[in-house]
């Protein structure tokens, strides 16, 4: 069976390279798709708080029969609970709707820079880290200014930080802060919401390589060393994302696809979001 490549975090944890993301699933969704997933060779998982549906992804990684130390599990602290008051419970409360003793990866979803939270929050995250109830700790939606803030603050650099990137999105700036600071990135709407996947260049070289137009952007992630996270409901495109493993691109495949940044930002600005 084809495995993920690992890429070894600034702390030594090893995450799969290519994992599957869990928003807009519901409950009955999560757990059907993970386990075919998993079933397919999928050994990371990408879940949250704010999805709704760790119930049903506890359940997909019970069902799945495999040993729980080959399944990387990551979940996310929402908003509405940071700080040192709340941290706690919320990750008390993923970890018992996911049926789990700990997580892999535990990341602040936003860094609501009006809360001013993040950096405290960050203190909490590093304690959890310590306790055993995570394994490493990162960030989400983070600006260069937040993960200064939180290293300055506390010597302590996320092993990720996991933002929105895809062929037009392609935040360079931030990209190369995350380099320098030994930051590995992961990418969320990775295919850009499909929107990517329509563009005559992707679907070009899709063409070519008799392969579909999200192959070719995981593999087009892939290649640029961020780990990425495609999400589907769809059982036969969980295999295909899957399958973008074995595709190889050209050196001018991926020079095209890295001409296609045009700032287009579907999600939320990180510099605002404070709800």
Known sequence: MTSSPIIT???GVQIPQLGLGTWQMTDDEATASVLKALEVGYRHIDG?????????????IKESG???????LTTKLWNAVQ???LARAGLERSLEKLDQDHVDLYLIHWPCPAKNLYVETWEQLIDFR?????????VCNFLPDHLDAIVDETGITPSVNQIELHPTFQPDDLITHCADLGITI???SPLGQAQDLEHPTVVGI??????????????WHMDRGFVVIPKSRTPERIVANFEALDL????????AIDALNVDNRIGPDPATLNE
């Open 130 to 138: 310590s306790e055993g109830l995570v394994r490493s700790i990162g």
């Open 186 to 188: 992961e990418s969320w």
């Open 66 to 72: 495999l040993p729980r130390e080959e399944i990387f």
């Open 83 to 85: 700080g040192r008051e």
């Open 206 to 219: 899709a063409e070519r390589l008799g392969a579909t137009p999200a192959q070719v952007v995981i593999r």
């Open 48 to 60: 949250a708080a704010i999805y709704r549906n760790e119930v049903g992804v506890g359940k997909a």
């Open 9 to 11: 975090l600034n702390d």
């Open 248 to 255: 190889t691109l050209t050196a001018e495949d991926r020079a």
